[in-house]
Nanobody, 125 residues
Framework: QVQLLESGGGTVQAGGSLRLSCAASGRTFSSGSMGWFRQAPGKEREFVAVIRWNSITYYSDSVKGRFTISRDSAKKQVFLQMNSLIPEDTAVYYC???????????????????WGQGQQVTVSS
């Protein structure tokens, strides 16, 4: 089992920044992917960003150039630096982890085995 614990959510004005953190504990895997998804009220959970075991990153078009995903493998942590936030970024953000994913699966929330509890991010206009 893998446990994921997120932190760093909050409320910020449009144009501001926030940094989300996700700490993993328990079982680890060498070919894992860790990603961030978000879900706004009344909407489906959507892909935000992912970092693979080989450090290759992928982003959704809506956050590319504004968000950066990174990790500290030694501490089993993943981060999401969110800059130039806009009200449309308001959502609950979830950290997720899985092993053995191929690139075509990375944006599909159904492919991930482990999830954090979620962090609310609210961007006011």
């Amino acid at each position: 089992q893998v446990q994921l614990l997120e932190s760093g959510g909050g409320t910020v004005q449009a144009g501001g920044s926030l940094r989300l953190s996700c700490a993993a504990s328990g079982r680890t895997f060498s070919s894992g992917s860790m990603g961030w998804f978000r879900q706004a009220p009344g909407k489906e959970r959507e892909f935000v960003a992912v970092i693979r075991w080989n450090s290759i990153t992928y982003y959704s078009d809506s956050v590319k150039g504004r968000f950066t995903i990174s990790r500290d493998s030694a501490k089993k942590q993943v981060f999401l630096q969110m800059n130039s936030l806009i009200p449309e970024d308001t959502a609950v953000y979830y950290c997720a982890a899985a092993s053995g994913l191929i690139p075509s699966q990375l944006r599909n929330p159904g492919a991930y085995d482990y999830w954090g509890q979620g962090q609310q991010v609210t961007v006011s206009s």
